[in-house]
């Protein structure tokens, strides 16, 4: 069975700070692909990024980045430069279709103080 | 594109009432989604559908209905409400089973 794990509950950093969110992801798949969403206060889900396990170059978007290693079954997240506007919740999670009907965890709590 | 639209965004149950929340894409995706966030928590899966037609259990579906008649609705129907489906309730889509699902706003559910 798949399982993804976001072990930090919740992170609370000081602006301009850079913040890293963990994602370990348990599968016996070969090949997969893994997302990160964002949800705000205001409670909408925002699509981040997708990504395939083959593909373990970095992703770098404004400040987000993003670090897979297949070897360690992580895809960490990083905000460089933290602004009170990353202030949410972020989830990791491998799609949910198909044979997988995988739910999301209960994210990572993201704080980020002025 | 509107994306994926809900309604309504909000409503109050009173116990053993029925209602249907309305989910709608526009992007032609197979796949759609329901789910639900309790406070605090992460998203369960209820059901899924891979078309027109197909649906699917996903962890939760005790006290929901779905169907599929076509590629654009997915409507979630609720057929005795009780205080435990008391959620958020999303409705998401995606073109494959590996695909980005795209959320709509959510549907605020309090059953009384």
């Known amino acids: 069975a798949q399982k993804v794990t976001q072990a930090q509950t919740e992170i609370s950093v000081v602006e301009k700070e850079d913040v890293t969110l963990d994602c370990v992801y348990e599968?016996?798949?070969?090949?997969?692909?893994l997302f990160w969403y964002k949800q705000p206060p205001s409670g909408e889900l925002v699509f981040l990024i997708r990504r395939n396990s083959f593909d373990e170059q970095n992703e770098i978007s404004g400040r987000y980045s993003w670090n897979f290693q297949k070897s360690t079954s992580s895809f960490n997240f990083t905000i460089t430069a933290s602004q009170v506007v990353d202030s949410a919740v972020y989830f990791c999670?491998?799609?949910?279709?198909?044979?997988?009907?995988?739910?999301f965890g209960i994210g990572t709590k993201l704080q980020v103080i002025p | 594109n509107a994306g994926v639209t809900q309604t309504p965004k909000f409503r109050i149950l009173k116990i053993g009432q029925s209602m249907t929340l309305q989910c709608t894409q526009d992007?032609?995706?197979?796949?759609m989604y329901w789910y639900r966030q309790d406070p605090g928590m992460g998203l369960k899966l209820i059901y899924y559908?891979?078309?027109?037609?197909?649906?699917d259990k996903g962890e939760v579906p005790n006290g929901y209905n779905v169907s599929r008649s076509t590629t654009e609705d997915f409507p979630l129907r609720l057929e005795l409400a009780a205080p435990s489906q008391t959620s958020v309730y999303f409705c998401a889509s995606s073109y494959s089973s590996q695909g980005t699902q795209y959320f709509g706003p959510g549907t605020r559910l309090l059953v009384l």
């Open positions: 992007m032609n995706h197979n796949y």
């Open positions: 999670a491998p799609p949910s279709g198909g044979y997988q009907k995988v739910t």
């Open positions: 559908s891979v078309g027109a037609g197909i649906t």
């Open positions: 599968t016996r798949d070969t090949t997969y692909y």
